[in-house]
Each structure stands twice: as C-alpha cells, then as structure tokens.
C-alpha cells in the first residue's frame, strides 16, 4: 500500500461525501455559473465595440474567487469534520495507517472532488466565454495586454482553477484538523479575510489563496477584468508553500490529534 | 414510605414525588423564556468561551471602522464612513455572524430531537419559530445597531453647536433605520436556511453561500449590465469610455439578486438619490418592486418557516 494513498479511505471518503442528496446541493452553483456564462455569451457580442469585458469578471470574481471557495469549503470540511463532529474518525485513527497517509487520501480525495464539481464547469464557462476572442484590448485593463484571440485565456484560468482546487482543499482539511468548528473557520477566512480585508489592505494579497489563482490566470492568459495583481512567480511560490504548510502541519496535528467531549 | 404522611391508597412503594401545584407560567411564559435563551445564546453567553469567539470577533470587526472614524473626524474633520452605508459596505461580516450563530440556535433542536419536548408543553407550533426569529432578529440588532451608534457618538463628539448635532443626528437615524431593515431581514432569511438540516455545518454552509454568492453574483450582474462606463472602439484602433446616461432595466434587475442589494436599491428609492459610487443604480420608478420584492421574500421566507414547523415529520 503506497504511503501517500490509501484506496480504502478514499472509497469511504467518497461514499460519506456524495452518499446523499449534498452531492445535488454542491452542483448547483456550478450548473448557476454556467447559466449565467451561456446567458451573456448569447446575449452580447465579446467583439463589438459596446463591450463589457464580462468573461473576466464571471469567471475571475464569480467562478474563481467565489464559487471554487464555497464548493472547496463544503467538500474539504466535510471530508474529515463530519468524521470529527460525529467522533467515527476514532475508528479511523485506530487503524494501522499512517496519519499522514490518512491525511494526504484524504486531500487527493478532495481535490478531486472539487475538480468535478467546480473546476470542470469552470473550465467549460471559461471556454464558452472566450471562445472566438479575435481581438479585445481590453477596456479595463490597466496594462492594455492585447488580447492573443487564441485558447490561452480559458487555458490560464482552467490552470488557476485547478490550482485553487487544490490549495484551497489542503488548507481547509487543515482548518478542519486544527478547529472543531472547521466550517465557521474557514468562512471567517473566505469572507473577512479573503474578502473583506484583503480588498482594504493590499498587503494581504501575499496571503490570500484566491489573488495565487487571480494571479496564475492573469499571467498566463492576460484575460482583462480578473483584477489580479500577483506575479506568476509569486503565486506559484506562495501556493506550493501554503499547499506544503498545510499538509506538514496538519499531519502533525492529526498526529496529537485530541478527541474531547461536545465543545462546551 | 412512612406512615405519617397522607399516603394514598393503591400505592406499592411511595417515594416521595410530588406534583407541581404551584403557579405555571403557560404559553406565554415559554416564549418568553425560550427567546431570552435564544438571545444569550446567540451571543454565546451561558456557553463555553468558544461559543463566544465568533459573535464577539463579529461585534469588533463591525466597530473598528466607527472608532477609526472617531479619530479622523477628530483629527481631520473627514468622515470615514456613511451611516448609511455601513451596513452595506460591511455585509459581510453580518453574513459570517448570522452562518455561525443561527445553526445553533435552529439545527441544534432539531439534530438533538429537543423539538418534543418543547412542543408537548403549551407552545403553539408557530411560537417556536416566531421565538427563534425574533432572538436572532434582537441579536443581529446588536451587531448592526451598536456600530452605528458608535459612529454617531464618535462624531458628534467633534461636533459643536446645536445646530451640527441636529443635522448629524438626522443624518443618522436613517442610518438606524437601515441597521434594523438589515437585520430583520438578514434573521429571517438565515433562520429559514437553516431550518431544513439538523446538521450545524450545513446549514452554515447554506447561510453563507446564499448570501455571499449572490451578493457576488448580483453586483457582477449589476456592472455587467450596463451600469459602469464601457469603452468605445474606433475603427483607427483608439477608443474613448462611455458613461452610459441611463443604465437600463438590466442593473435594476440584477440587484433584486440579493437581499442585501435588494435592500440598497429600495433605500435609494426612499431618499430619491444615488451616491456617487452607489453598488445599486437609482431605481427610479423601479424602487416600488424593490420594496414590494423584500416584503414578499420576508413574507415568504416567514410562511415557509413557520410551515416547517407544522410537519410532524420533524419531530
């Protein structure tokens, strides 16, 4: 059994995962982005004068900044807080499996699971709406990058995507190593720190998951709108030290890991 | 068992209970005691100190910009922040109060099957719900309305003259006003979210991405549709932006998205104007569907509410 992955947590990850109507509730602000993407796509023209600029804005502020947290929220607290909330992850902890491997599983687990549900209709909006970009200077964006008219776009914000996909689950099966309230933890980061803070102290950008992705998609595809304002460098440094941070850490964590009581 | 006591007859072992023939409070008594539960433990207090964390941190974040504001109109006579925008402008942090405090005081009945015992006393079915709402509702008042005030005293205490607090403190009971239009809606719309699952991080979960994707979506929607400048291609390669004079019936419906931008839009109605920098366009006209749209979400969101509490099926 390879010590990175074992396929028997994987299997009773998943089934506690997608076993019930959730799964139904997690597809529905993907099947929404989509909507919304097909809506626009039909109803302006990306190459007349009277454009919006609106690929960028849905799929940056919306598709990558909003949707991809929450879908990556619910899945990654879900994947190890539900064992915890219900203390059945005591079963877990008892077998002879490493707690790294348990808890690295349980990451490719979620990763997964957030590539299915958020980065796959992503990737399908983010080519729906810039498919057939011939030429667009971009009105707002402030560098005036002339726009390639080739796949590059989509390319760039599917890349980021996945990236977040996978940033995002390790550092919110972390949260849920770490807290008991994983879920009210990880919203304090997406709304006020991602969110809220972020926009108001520009510095924050340094340590926020959502401006590696803006960051990633801007570099690769110059899709004007995202409001990105990492280097590619930068966003890829700082996104592998996050991703190694929370899985070391969290492992250690889950190594002295404490099962008490309901919180009082 | 001794038998001095008046003891009944047809009793095997007597051991010592006794009925309650004292006063009882009856149904009004239980709501009364069943919201100001529901109020404490909406801020946490009778809880552990982690129960304390969230609602608390809510509280300090929502007053650091009224005290930020304090100083700079003491030092410098520049306001930091409008009365009425504050709620808007820190929405967020009411969303992430309301996702981590209604599930405890709604799904937590639920999950623990405490709803028989409160239904088998004198409560009518639509009491519980009507409690719950109402402590949330008082809750939220403090996370909304303490910010504000702190704001008014922390300017008017720069102010001179009559005259200056007068116009300041009209400038800010509108300001109070929209705190408690926030609220109220915000409580009802969390409570009926999260009144479907017993499980706490669901309806987490539900709370905040209701309310922040479609924030999110609704003032994407808003600029998408036509209310920001647009840039204007000239066929020799260069361009110009456009402000567009009257941005159309797409904004306007785009706002009725959200609640939060529901709100916003009818507020704009009411005063008759627009900021600068408004998320919302002026409505115009359109400002009567705003209102009659967030009285019919209330409205429907409280049917629904007090429906879910009819099913046996919850019990």
Redesign the interface.
């Known amino acids: 059994m390879s010590a990175v992955y074992n396929p028997t947590i994987a299997a009773i990850t998943l089934r506690g995962l997608l076993g019930r109507r959730r799964s139904l509730l997690i597809a529905l602000p993907p099947a929404l982005l989509l909507a919304l993407t097909i809506g626009l796509r039909l109803s302006t023209d990306i190459n007349s004068g009277r454009d919006f600029g609106w690929p960028g804005v849905v799929l940056g502020q919306i598709g990558l900044v909003t949707l991809l947290p929450l879908t990556a929220m619910i899945i990654g607290t879900s994947v190890l807080g539900t064992e915890v909330d219900d203390s059945s992850i005591l079963h877990l902890l008892a077998t002879p499996v490493s707690r790294a491997t348990v808890l690295t599983t349980k990451w490719i687990v979620a990763s997964a699971a957030t590539l299915v549900f958020a980065v796959v209709p992503i990737a399908v909006a983010s080519f729906i709406a810039t498919s057939g970009y011939v030429d667009n200077p971009g009105p707002f964006d402030t560098y005036a990058m002339p726009i390639k008219g080739d796949a590059s776009e989509a390319v760039g914000v599917i890349v980021a995507a996945v990236v977040g996909a996978v940033v995002y689950s390790a550092f919110f099966l972390f949260l849920s190593v770490v807290t008991k309230r994983s879920v009210a933890v990880t919203l304090i980061y997406i709304l006020v720190w991602e969110s809220l803070l972020t926009r108001q102290v520009s510095g924050l950008r340094l340590l926020s998951i959502g401006q590696y992705e803006l960051g990633l998609a801007d570099q690769i595809g110059h899709l004007p709108n995202l409001g990105a304002h990492l280097t590619l460098g930068t966003s890829v440094v700082m996104s592998v030290v996050f991703t190694l941070f929370a899985l070391i850490y969290g492992t250690r964590r889950l190594q002295s890991f404490r099962v008490s009581g309901e919180a009082a | 068992m001794s038998a001095e006591t008046a003891t009944p007859s047809g009793v095997i072992h007597d051991i010592g209970y006794r009925t309650y023939d004292g006063e009882r409070i009856g149904r009004l008594g239980i709501v009364r005691a069943l919201y100001w539960h529901s109020l404490r433990s909406a801020w946490g207090l009778g ?5 304390k964390v ?1 609602p608390f ?1 809510a509280l300090v ?1 929502m007053c650091l910009p009224a005290v930020a504001n304090a100083f700079s109109v003491s030092r410098t006579g520049i306001r930091a922040i409008a009365y009425d925008e504050y709620m808007n402008s ?1 929405q ?2 009411l ?2 109060y309301l ?2 405090v209604t599930p405890e005081l709604i799904s937590r009945d639920i999950r623990n099957r405490t709803l028989p015992l409160y239904f088998s006393r004198a409560l009518r079915r639509t009491d519980y719900p009507l409690a719950k709402v109402s402590a949330l509702i008082t809750a939220m008042l403090g996370l909304t309305a303490v910010p504000e005030l702190l704001l008014y005293i922390g300017t008017i205490g720069s102010r001179h003259g009559a005259s200056e607090v007068w116009s300041e403190t009209r400038a800010f009971l509108p300001g109070l006003e929209l705190a408690a239009v926030y609220s109220v809606t915000f409580a009802i719309l969390a409570a009926v979210l999260s009144c479907y699952t017993g ?4 309806a ?3 709370v ?2 209701f309310f ?2 479609t924030w ?2 609704s003032s ?2 808003v ?2 549709t ?1 209310f ?1 400048p ?4 000239n066929p020799d390669g260069n ?1 110009y ?1 456009v402000q567009p004079h009257d941005p159309g019936i797409g904004p306007k419906i785009s706002g009725l998205l959200n609640p939060a931008n529901m709100i916003e839009g009818m507020k704009e109605w009411i005063v008759g104007r627009a900021p600068k920098d408004a998320e919302i366009p002026y409505p115009g006209a359109f400002g009567a569907v705003y209102l009659a749209a967030l009285v019919a979400l209330c409205a429907l969101a409280l049917f629904l509410l007090m429906r879910r509490y009819q099913k046996a099926s919850l019990l």
């Open positions: 809880r552990g100190p982690k129960a969230v941190m974040i820190f967020l942090v969303v992430l996702a981590a499980r706490r991080a669901f987490t979960g539900a905040a991405v922040f994707g999110v979506v994407a929607m600029h998408l036509g920001r647009h840039y204007h291609h361009g932006f």
